[in-house]
């Protein structure tokens, strides 16, 4: 790769071990006839054993360097490279990502650059419900978030979204050595598989949660009344209680009591 430099920013840490990678691939439980989305492939390892594994690929590289690597290391009409940032601000994902997904369901494997992969999944997540699951190595402490509890110190809003729309487990831990260069922390290979038929809650819900967040040393009851909900109390939620020890199940409840004219979420925008 003549030109390529390590670039902290982009949070570019390989893997190059060809029996960890095959085991990432088993542990995503992949179907060949899913189209797979991966994001930040950097050196194509893990392309090479999607590929291997007869899987069509869709990889998005934000690096041009790496992305010209990618279209000459690789001949295989099962694999599309698209130069482009996935993220065209923390909370929106870019046009160019949209426009390169997969036609219908799909589901996402990738060793995410750590910068962006908490909102990258909450986002997919949330906008394209045609992508039924993903297989993503990240920050071990962000894995252990994604499958948090209710009352946890790790559980908050990523933690409700992934617990109200699907079910997901850490499949295996990964330490820094097995990257290059090596992060400072250790990684976590997890795999999350979208419900279906998808739960109903109002459009608008996750904003809901996500304000409730910010403030989630105060009562729920102090909370809802500092953004004007009155009829909170018709959700049967004790008011006492903080925002971190609501399950999925009751903030879905809650947001269809005190948002109910903006429908239901679950389609493509």
């Not at 390529?4 to 060949?32: C, M, T, Y």
């Not at 190595?137 to 948090?148: K, N, P, S, T, Y």
């Not at 079910?167 to 279906?196: C, E, L, N």
């Not at 102090?222 to 018709?234: I, K, P, T």
């Amino acid at each position: 790769m003549r030109g390529f430099r390590f670039d902290p920013r982009k949070g570019q840490n390989f893997l190059f071990d060809g029996n960890l990678l095959r085991a990432l691939v088993r542990d995503a439980e992949i179907s060949p006839e899913l189209p797979i989305l991966e994001i930040g492939p950097g050196a194509g390892t893990l392309t090479r054993s999607l590929l291997a594994a007869g899987s069509h690929v869709t990889a998005v590289e934000i690096d041009p360097i790496l992305a010209g690597y990618l279209r000459e290391t690789f001949s295989e009409d099962s694999l599309h490279v698209v130069q482009a940032d996935a993220l065209e601000t923390k909370n929106r994902l870019s046009e160019e990502l949209l426009a390169a997904l997969p036609e219908g369901e799909f589901q996402m494997v990738a060793n995410l650059p750590y910068s962006i992969a908490s909102p990258l999944v909450c986002l997919l997540v949330e906008a394209c419900p045609r992508m039924s699951g993903f297989s993503v190595l990240v920050q071990q402490e962000v894995a252990d978030r994604w499958v948090a509890g209710p009352g946890s110190r790790e559980y908050g809003t990523s933690s409700v979204l992934l617990s109200r729309l699907g079910q997901g487990r850490i499949t295996r831990k990964v330490p820094p050595h097995a990257f290059v260069p090596a992060p400072r922390v250790d990684s976590a290979f997890i795999r999350w598989q979208r419900t279906d038929p998808a739960p109903d809650q109002p459009r608008d819900w996750m904003r809901l949660v996500r304000t409730c967040f910010q403030g989630r040393r105060k009562s729920m009851s102090r909370l809802l009344g500092q953004q004007g909900f009155s009829d909170w109390e018709a959700s049967g939620i004790d008011g006492r209680i903080r925002p971190d020890q609501l399950t999925p199940e009751e903030w879905a409840l809650l947001a269809q009591i005190l948002l109910p004219e903006n429908g239901p979420s679950g389609k493509d925008e």
